[in-house]
């Protein structure tokens, strides 16, 4: 593992893959159901009860954007029924394997779109025709909030000096993930400088070039070690012992 994937696995991001190890303890197609999981209005969470027997397994689909955090975890009985964590696009592939993290995930979505939360029981219990009964959890938390322009152009957020307003994904020295306010001042062509608040109320630049972050604003603070890299659609920006996740929309204004 490079030193790059061993950074942003300390966000807890979704970026490295685990082994799946599923597909072969599930049946065929036909023992599967799909629901999808909605929000009321005004929520960010759910709480659903189910059960499975055998080789039936769930597969819940949840909506939603690159940046926003996950928070899922799955409660029974029966040891040895899990859930797995699949991308946008992904039939077997796990980016989270619940048989070996306790079932609770937590997270960020690297991509935008339908992601895949896999209930299901292990063979050694199927093959005995086992039932299990569950609650799965599931919160999403804010993501970016980007404020589209009305009229041709990129106009700014009301009563601000920013092109976009929102929240990220940061962690500051070494602590837990968590999101920080952010606005953005674009100059067009992925040139810009992003203001990103941290938790203590101190703040810290990161310019942009190209759609790259290329710096940050040293009279903020003491010199530091300046890095970044691309994970799909999002830059990630380590400064000294902080790290930051800008989805490609923020900067490009998509």
């Not at 939360?117 to 086992?130: D, K, W």
Request: proline fraction near 3%.
């Amino acid at each position: 593992m490079s030193n790059r994937k061993a950074q942003f696995s300390a966000i807890a991001a979704i970026t490295i893959l685990l082994g799946c190890g599923m597909m072969g303890d599930v049946a065929s197609a036909q023992d599967q159901r799909i629901e999808r999981i909605t929000f009321a209005r005004g929520t960010s969470s759910k709480a659903i009860d189910g059960q499975i027997k055998g080789y039936q397994y769930v597969d819940y689909k949840l909506n939603v954007r690159a940046g926003q955090s996950l928070n899922i975890s799955l409660a029974t009985r029966h040891t040895a029924t899990y859930f797995n964590v699949l991308e946008p696009g992904s039939s077997d592939e796990a980016v989270f394997n619940g048989s070996t993290s306790d079932n609770q995930f937590e997270g960020v979505a690297a991509k935008s779109g339908d992601y895949t939360i896999r209930v299901y029981m292990m063979r050694s219990a199927a093959r005995r025709g086992e039932v299990a009964r569950y609650r799965l959890e599931t919160i999403v938390g804010p993501g970016l909030a980007v404020q589209l322009p009305l009229e041709p152009g990129d106009a700014l957020v009301p009563g601000t000096d920013y092109h976009a307003t929102g929240q990220v994904r940061c962690t500051i020295g070494g602590s837990k993930s968590t999101w920080c306010d952010f606005g953005i001042k674009r100059e067009g062509g992925g040139n810009g400088m992003v203001t990103v608040t941290k938790p203590d109320g101190r703040q810290r630049v990161v310019f942009f070039e190209g759609g790259k972050a290329t710096g940050f604003d040293f009279s903020q603070a003491d010199p530091a070690e300046f890095s970044s890299w691309r994970h799909e659609d999002t830059i990630v920006v380590k400064i000294g012992s902080e790290i930051y996740l800008f989805p490609d929309a923020l900067v490009m204004g998509d």
